[in-house]
């Protein structure tokens, strides 16, 4: 899966496709990463791979495919703070390095 993808850009954006970059950007990103690229996708598609992440976990549940259930197991048991992650408002650069004035000399 390409690193730079960006959802605004993908004109054929589906469910699926949320499901495994969110996935991607918890594995590699943490919640944070995650939360970053739910605020890209919007809400309707958050819920959509939410969803199915839930259907598919069950699905390799039943069918004894503990990998893959893991996956899609780690993206419903983080959601609640990947939602919140997501609401909150993004840091902005100037209010995270604000503190690194007091190491500048006049």
Do not use: H
């Amino acid at each position: 899966m390409p690193a730079d993808w960006d959802p605004s850009k993908d004109k054929r954006l589906t469910a699926w496709e949320s499901t495994q970059y969110l996935i991607q950007a918890l594995d590699q990103k943490g919640k944070t990463g995650a939360a970053g690229l739910l605020r890209q996708l919007g809400g309707d598609f958050g819920d959509r791979a939410r969803d199915l992440a839930y259907r598919l976990y069950s699905i390799c549940e039943r069918k004894g495919w503990a990998a893959e259930a893991l996956a899609y197991n780690s993206i419903v048991l983080a959601w609640p703070e990947i939602t919140r992650l997501a609401q909150a408002e993004p840091a902005s650069d100037d209010a995270r390095y604000k503190d690194a004035d007091i190491f500048q000399q006049e």
